[in-house]
DNA sequence: CTCGTTCGCTTACATTGTAAGCTTACAGCA
DNA sequence: TGCTGTAAGCTTACAATGTAAGCGAACGAG
C-alpha cells in the first residue's frame, strides 16, 4: 500500500505529545500504549527515542521548563525576580497536571542550571554576598513552588473547595475558620501570591 | 492445624506498616500485594479494611499528621509557629520517602482541620486580623513544604549532589554558581530553613 | 444450636512497563 | 540498478499491578 509516508518519530515530538495527553487526562492516565496511540505509533516504538517511562517524565519537565520565559534584564533585581517567580507560577497553571511533576522530579539538566546561574547572578549585582544568596534563592523557589503546588490542589486540609465546608464543622472548635467563612471562597490568589512573595523579597532587601 | 490465633488486622495496623514500609523501601515499591505480605495475609485481605490503594496513601498521610506535635500555646506567637513549621519540617527528615504524599495528596480529614484553626488561633489572639492571618498561614506553609520537599530531593536543580557538579561546569558560563563551588556541599540546612522562616515571620511582624 | 456477619482466602482479569527479536525502508556505495 | 547496513518501526511475551467476585470459616447474638 502507498500510504503517505509517516512523520518520523522523535524525543521532542513524543514529549509534547506527553504533555499534551497529561494536561487533558491527567498523570496517572498515561501510559506508553495510550501515548503511543495518540501518536499513531506501538508502545514500544516509542522506546527508540526515550530510554524508559521514567525518563519520559523527566522530558517533560524539560518541555515545561522551556516553557518558561524568564524576564530580560533591563529592570531592577526586586521586579525581575518577582517577573521571574510569577512566571513559574504560571507554568502550575498552564499544566496542573503536569507541573507537580517538576516538584516531585527536579531537572538534571543545563537548562535547569542555568536558570540558577541567572537568579544568583541578578542578586550578586544586586549586591548580596554568594551565601544569602543562595538562601535567598532557596527561600523564594520554596515557597513559589510549595504555593503553586497547593493551589493546585485547591489548597485541601482547609476547609474551602474541599469535602469539608466551613459550615459543616462545629462553631465553637473551629471559631477562626468559622470568621473565614464565604472569604475562603473569594480570596485573590494573584493577591495573595503577591503576599508571600512580597514578605520575603521586602525581608530580603533589609539585609542589604 | 491449631494454627497461633491471627492478630486481627486493622486499619491502622495496615496504615503503620505501611509507613514503615516505604519508610524502608521507597514509595514506588509499595504494593497491595507486598504490604500484605508484610503483615503475613493475602492482599486482597487489605481491601476489608481500606477501600482501595488511594485511599492508603490517604491514610499514610494521616499517621504522618498524627505524628506532627504541636507545640504548647505557653510561648509567644512567634516562637509557637516557629516550633510548628520545625515539627513539619521534621516530619519530612524521618520520613522523606512518605512525605511527598502530604503535599501531593493533602489530607481531607478532621485532624488536618484541626491543625489550621490552632494556626489560625493563634495569629488572630496575636492581633492578626482573619485575612491577614489566612495569607500568612499559607505563605509559611507553602515556603515549609517547598523547603522540605526540595531538602528531600537534595535540592536537584542546583549543582549540588546532582550529576552536574558545579565543578564540571564551564566557569566563564556560570560564574556565579562556581563562586558557591565548595560551599555547596556543607550549607548548614537548618540555619538555611531558619533563615527563610525568619524572613517571612520578620515581614509579618511588620503588618500588626 | 442456629444464623448472620465479619474477614481472610482464592481465583480471575485487564492494564501496565519493558525485554527480545523480527521486519521494513532508506542511505550510501557498487 | 541492485546490495547491504542501520535506524526505527512492529509483534510477541512476561511478570507485576490494582481490584472485582465469590467462597468459607470463625464468632457473637438469639
Known amino acids: ?9 522523535d524525543r521532542r515530538t513524543i514529549l509534547e505529545a506527553a504533555v499534551r495527553f497529561v494536561d487533558g487526562e491527567g498523570l496517572d492516565s498515561l501510559s506508553m500504549r495510550k501515548l503511543g496511540t495518540e501518536l499513531g505509533v506501538e508502545a514500544m516504538s516509542l522506546y527508540n527515542h526515550v530510554p524508559n517511562k521514567g525518563a519520559l517524565l523527566d522530558g517533560m519537565v524539560e518541555v515545561l521548563l522551556g516553557d518558561l520565559d524568564v524576564p530580560s534584564e533591563s529592570e531592577g533585581w526586586e521586579d525581575r525576580i518577582r517577573e521571574a517567580y510569577r512566571a513559574f507560577r504560571r507554568l502550575a497553571h498552564e499544566h496542573p497536571n503536569v ?3 517538576l516538584v516531585v522530579r527536579p531537572p538534571d539538566t ?12 541578578t542578586l550578586r549585582e544586586a549586591g548580596f554576598d554568594p551565601e544569602t544568596s543562595l538562601y535567598a534563592f532557596r527561600a523564594l523557589s520554596s515557597y513559589a513552588s510549595g504555593y503553586a503546588i497547593a493551589e ?8 474551602a473547595g474541599s469535602r469539608l465546608g466551613a459550615s459543616t464543622l462545629p462553631r465553637e472548635d473551629f471559631p477562626s475558620i468559622h470568621e473565614l467563612d ?16 512580597g514578605l520575603i523579597i521586602a525581608g530580603l532587601k533589609e539585609k542589604l
Do not use: N, Q
Open 110 to 121: 543545563m537548562d535547569g542550571v542555568w536558570l540558577v546561574e541567572e537568579f544568583l547572578k
Open 182 to 197: 464565604g472569604r475562603l471562597e473569594t480570596v485573590d490568589h494573584d493577591a495573595e501570591f503577591e503576599f508571600g512573595l
Open 1 to 9: 500500500m502507498v500510504s503517505e509516508r509517516r512523520r518520523p518519530l
Open 99 to 101: 507541573f507537580p511533576l
Open 152 to 159: 493546585i490542589r485547591g489548597f485541601a486540609m482547609e476547609p
